[in-house]
């Protein structure tokens, strides 16, 4: 989406400095980027995607190149495991318009790419698992007062 500013005889630094604090308001209200170039203001409504049962041979490239045939691929990665650097069978990816990756998200799931059928949704917001287990405060231990 983009919006056309409409008052060009205001002198561009005034321009960006009356209209910096608004699009950080924007911003942060609507949670998406925006960005200001010249006379206009580009809102991107990008959306993330989580791709599951990949086959292990699978790249972050050949998946970028799988969603591009949608539309723009802002970024594409096939999680692997941080010991071995092996593929952990999910990715994600972000397309920059949620038009594009609702029709990715429409095509691609359940269809069989490399002998896997894959399964396509929009990413959920990572939860924060840190603080959690025996060496951060949680988890075991003598339990109670002992005195």
């Known amino acids: 989406m983009v919006l056309k500013l409409l008052s060009a005889s205001i002198p561009k630094r005034d321009l960006l400095g009356q209209l910096s604090p608004n699009l950080y308001t ?6 998406i980027p925006v960005q200001y170039s010249g006379l206009f203001v580009d809102i991107r409504m990008s959306m993330k995607l989580y791709v599951g049962n990949l086959s292990f041979q699978t790249s972050s490239v050949e998946l970028e190149e799988l969603f591009a045939d949608f539309g723009q691929v802002d970024s594409a990665t096939v999680v692997e495991d941080r010991e071995t650097g092996r593929s952990r069978g999910f990715g994600f990816v972000e397309m920059a318009a949620a038009e594009d990756a609702e029709k990715a998200i429409a095509e691609l799931n359940g269809k069989n790419v490399a002998g896997r059928d894959l399964k396509v949704s929009e990413a959920k917001p990572r939860e924060d698992n840190r603080g959690r ?5 949680g988890g075991g231990g003598y339990g109670g007062n002992r005195w």
């Open 133 to 137: 287990g025996a060496y951060n405060g």
């Open 26 to 31: 924007i911003s942060n209200f609507l949670e």
